[in-house]
């Protein structure tokens, strides 16, 4: 029941094999990128009770059929097995998976793998060529590296509650978890670069830092300390870079207007009828109008109160002036623009579950395609023995390891 099945042409990654050793978000998410591309994801769990994220999302029976929708969310495409790496028993299975593996993701604190004795120098051991991805909130050295990390400390510590919200309201969190989200993406690029560079058979540590990767993504904000020696400030919904570039009352409803050059701005003026102020000494130029940007949006939401939101977004676009309405999720979803270009696909029921799962896939093309997962998200531990029994192990042997609670 999947929306379109992936094609070649959108499985660059087909072939290789993650592991995916990861909880919650962060790394689950890096995985799913993996697993959109192509690549054989196998989700290593905790036997009996697996990712949190089984547990965790708005429905509650799905909590309790250990299908949450948070891991409902991160999942498709991927098979679970199950593995306690605290036997004996299960570091040898372990260890027999990761020989047939090209990428291992984990996200404990750092030095969690090397106490169990699954550390990288161990396991590039059985696979030189293991391109290896710890993904932890402050890296694998530094004064925080041993402390629990989860989005909300992360978005504290970067700086991005301090910037978010207005000069009232901040700080303020992101209203999603982004940290976790650029951390993931963060890791997947790195493996997918690792992937690309196998020169010489060599294998990769890559030590993703969520901290770091949020940090990283604050582009202009942190260059405008380091570079102009300016404190970044909450601006609300204001752009920081021009005005009139916000947020904007309308007639009825919000819109958001980013006239960032000359033209735009003198655009805006006409488009609202009053040309005049383009000439307006306070306004002329962009530093002027980030100067007296209070009193430039006072006149243009009494003009935009004549008309409502979806009107003057017509009318501003027509003019080469970006503008855009406030969606809610539900509308943002709904909208041609991006249920026309596939990013939600439909997924039949997984196992013991009785509704099918739509979840958000990649946000770009391949060739005009959109990346997509073959298979639901598993259960927990799904395809527990049909892993080992491609690892060699008969039925009698897996039900020994399942017996000795290895499996």
Not at 104 to 130: A, C, H, Q, S
Not at 200 to 208: C, E, T, Y
Request: aromatic share 6%; proline share 7%; charged share 20%.
């Amino acid at each position: 029941m999947t929306s379109s099945e992936p094609s070649a042409t959108t499985t660059p990654l087909s072939g290789y094999r993650v592991l995916d050793l990861t909880n919650v978000l962060a790394g689950p998410f890096c995985c799913h990128q993996l697993a959109h591309l192509g690549a054989d994801v196998i989700k290593v769990e905790v036997p009996g009770s697996g990712d949190l994220a089984r547990r965790l999302g708005a429905d509650a029976d799905l909590n309790a059929a250990g299908m949450g929708v948070s891991f409902l969310a991160q999942n498709t495409g991927k098979r679970s097995v199950t593995i306690n790496l605290k036997s004996a028993a299960g570091k040898d299975v372990f260890r027999a998976l990761v020989a047939t593996a090209d990428v291992l993701v984990e996200n404990f604190r750092p030095g969690v793998m090397d106490r169990l004795g699954v550390g990288y120098e161990t396991l590039k051991t059985i696979r030189p060529d293991l391109v290896y991805c710890a993904i932890s909130g402050f890296g694998q050295d530094g004064p925080l590296r041993d402390l629990p990390a989860y989005d909300q400390i992360i978005q504290g510590l970067s700086g991005v509650m301090s910037i978010t919200g207005g000069s009232e309201t901040a700080p303020y969190r992101v209203g999603y978890p982004m940290a976790d989200t650029i951390g993931g993406l963060t890791a997947a690029f790195a493996v997918t670069a690792a992937l690309a560079d196998q020169t010489g058979a060599r294998g990769r540590f890559i030590d993703v830092s969520m901290l770091n990767s949020v940090i990283a993504t604050m582009g202009w904000v942190v260059s405008n300390y380091l570079i102009a020696g300016r404190h970044p400030e909450p601006l609300g919904n204001d752009n920081f870079t021009a005005s009139p570039s916000g947020t904007f009352r309308t007639g009825s409803g919000l819109i958001n207007i980013a006239a960032n050059k000359q033209e735009q701005f003198e655009a805006v003026c006409a488009v609202v009828g009053h040309p005049e102020l383009a000439a307006d000494p306070r306004f002329q130029d962009r530093e002027a109008r980030l100067a007296n940007r209070p009193a430039l949006t006072a006149l243009l939401e009494t003009a935009l109160a004549e008309r409502g939101a979806a009107e003057w977004c017509a009318l501003l676009n027509a003019e080469g002036v970006p503008a855009g309405e406030i969606a809610s999720v539900p509308d943002a979803l709904a909208h041609p623009q991006v249920s026309g270009r596939g990013l939600i696909a439909i997924h039949d029921p997984p196992h013991g579950l009785d509704r099918p799962v739509q979840v958000a896939g990649s946000g770009f093309h391949i060739d005009g395609q959109a990346p997509r997962t073959a298979t639901p998200p598993p259960s927990l531990g799904e395809h527990t023995d049909a892993l080992l029994a491609e690892l060699g192990y008969d039925p009698d042997a897996i039900q020994a390891l399942r017996e000795a609670k290895a499996i």
